[in-house]
């Protein structure tokens, strides 16, 4: 026990060396130094070396599974922490820290100007005070099972990482838009629904799915169901093990189900309705912030957003819906609100998140009606999120149900509006 402790403090001191040597390549390098100034005994040497050996072993093969872009470590981005202070310019390191102190963010460095296309245009949106169209969402919800995001949630956190920039997180995309092409391609109903890849600078992509108005004069508006794609280890951001279970691969598998099964039953919308499904919402809300900013400048007008970002962990609490009301459109979440009354099993409590803590807050800021539904009041939320424990075993399908009906009634309720 007493010759292991150098060993034990070896690896220790190693520890942030490796957080920070993010591309692989540099690795070798990093514990080369570590080696030089550490001196141990020579009966511990041999340990040592296999030891450090095998760690860098699993390290480089992780980093080449997951196949991540190298990323500029002297590059600064524009980070907003706060809609009252001014933006600041950091480091990915810098970044990195935000990660790890759990501090939410917006890297707004390449939209800046998001808010200026619409806000000046925008209508004040009256919802309803109740929901109306019942006869037309309980047979869909009747038709929502667990069995699908069973099975594509396994699959889904079978990629060691979702993170943005990796190859694997593209991967993972392509998968899950094959999922989203099968839905359609399958679809027995004369449905004009498609889907589309929205391209970004970074690997992996963000989708779109369209289900077509059949109301001409309402082509330009759209309801829009969303929920974010990628994953992070916030440790090791770039190839660390990722599954994202809860966050938010929930969420994506969630409004899969909602799409899967108003696909199959012949949605008709009298306005456009679209599933999102978002890159690089870990990164600062990149790939929501620029949808979110296409649409402002072709002036697209967005009845209302809804986020699904974490829906599967229930927690030591009663069973709840947590309805956020900071940084949302209260409006809107108060209509969400008579929807769970209406058509969900369980209640909901009403929590705070704080400034972009979700991709509800691209589209608040580019002027669009927003609000974001999550798993429980945050107190009791997911502690296992950014780890290699955000697992399927952690989460409760039944409870994703329920979003998911939520996600079907808001769909078709503000398609007619």
Known sequence: MVKLLPLVSLLLSAIPVLILARPYEKIHYHIATLNHHHKVNDDFGAIKSNSIATKLDEINADARISGADEEDEDELRLIQLSEDEPAEWMT?????????????????TDHQDLGDFYKATTKTRQFPVQPQFQNEVKPFIKELTTKHM???????????????????????SNW??????????????????????????????????????????????????????DSVNMWMPSFGRAPGADDDGSGTVTI?????????????????????????????????????????KEKKDVIAMLQNDMTGYVGKKPETFGIVTDYVNSDLTIFIKSLIEEYAAIPYTDTKC????????????????????????????????????????????????????????????????
């Open 92 to 108: 990915v390191g810098e970044i990195m820290d935000l990660y790890r102190k759990k501090t939410k963010f917006m890297d707004i």
């Open 150 to 172: 069973e099975e594509n949630l396994k699959k889904f956190t079978s990629f060691r990482t979702r993170y943005y920039r990796s190859r694997t997180g593209k991967e993972s």
């Open 176 to 229: 899950l838009y094959e999922q989203i092409l099968g839905i359609i391609k399958k679809a027995e109903n004369e449905v004009n629904v498609s889907v589309r890849k929205f391209e970004h600078s970074w690997a992996q992509n963000s989708l779109i799915a369209r289900f077509e108005g059949a109301d001409e004069q309402k082509e330009n508006e759209v309801v829009i169901i969303a929920a974010h794609q």
């Open 256 to 296: 899969l189900e909602a799409f899967r099964v108003l696909v199959e039953n012949g949605f008709k919308p009298e306005r456009p309705v679209e599933f999102h499904w978002y890159s690089a919402e870990e990164a600062g809300l990149l790939g929501s912030q620029a949808i979110a900013q296409e649409y402002a």
């Open 354 to 417: 704080g400034y972009a803590c979700s991709d509800h807050a691209s589209w608040g800021k580019a002027g669009y009606p927003s609000a974001f539904a999550i798993e429980s009041e945050f107190s009791n939320s997911n502690p296992y999120i950014h780890s290699t424990n955000d697992v399927l075993e952690n989460l409760d399908f039944n409870h994703m149900l329920e979003f998911s009906k939520l996600s079907v009634s808001l769909a078709v309720e503000l398609s007619h509006i």
